[in-house]
């Protein structure tokens, strides 16, 4: 159990253009789901955390009008990068926090490489 | 504010031996333990977790920690590694009333035959 899928898992893009993320839990229903952003050979930053039905709440620092996140369902949150740019280019990982038995863990998609050239 | 320390950026290690990769956090509260793997170009996966009871706490492929109060300590062991333990290993920490996880820089543990 405890499934969490990103798509895409790769993605290449012109600079300017806006591109969507989307991390699902499978076999359980998230209520909160967090976004991460690794530079190579860094650790996970947190970007924001989503709660389904509600304004996402974002870390100092990362402006919520490029990264745009959207929960509207307990299996589903989208993060999308606007007007990206090279500078975006980064390994995005998203976790899923359960209700009930998983509540205290979050459990992580594989991730999603974005190259903005 | 929470903050994790992983001493060693890098553990070279040969096949069948032992390792232990080291973790010290501090937090005012009560904390929430974990470690994390990550392979080559994936996401992280859930190695143990400490949230209460044993501190002795066992995970997936053989890997243990041991919770420290006094010594804010959860470091990872391994009594005998594997060629394909090699990755990187994260220790994360969050405070029981909170949401947030907050990430260690990281160990890059590479296992030698």
């Known amino acids: 159990g405890a499934v969490v899928s990103q798509h895409p898992s790769w993605v290449i893009c012109k600079s300017g253009t806006s591109v969507k993320i989307e991390c699902r839990s499978l076999?359980?229903?998230?209520?909160?789901m967090f976004w991460y952003r690794q530079f190579p050979k860094q650790s996970l930053m947190l970007m924001a955390t989503?709660?389904?039905?509600?304004?996402?709440?974002?870390e100092q620092g990362v402006e919520k009008d490029k990264f745009l996140i959207n929960h509207a369902s307990l299996t589903l949150s989208t993060l999308t990068v606007t007007s990206a740019h090279p500078e975006d280019s980064s390994f995005y990982i998203c976790?899923?926090?359960?209700?009930?038995?998983?509540?205290?863990?979050?459990?992580f998609g594989p991730g999603t490489r974005l190259l903005v050239l | 504010a929470q903050s994790v320390t992983q001493l060693d950026s890098q553990v070279p290690v040969f096949e069948e031996a032992p390792v232990e990769l080291r973790c010290n956090y501090s937090s005012s509260v009560s904390v929430y333990l974990f470690w994390y793997v990550q392979y080559p170009n994936q996401g992280l996966q859930l190695l143990l977790k400490y949230l209460s009871g044993s501190t002795l706490v066992k995970g997936i492929n053989g890997f243990e920690a041991e919770f420290n109060k006094s010594q804010t300590s959860f470091h990872l062991r391994k009594p005998s590694v594997h060629i394909s333990d090699t990755a990187e290993y994260f220790c994360a920490v969050s405070e029981s009333d909170t949401d947030k996880l907050i990430f260690g820089t990281g160990t890059r543990l590479q296992v030698f035959p």
């Open positions: 989503s709660n389904e039905g509600s304004k996402a709440t974002y």
């Open positions: 976790s899923a926090r359960a209700l009930a038995e998983y509540q205290e863990t979050q459990y």
């Open positions: 076999d359980f229903q998230a209520t909160t």
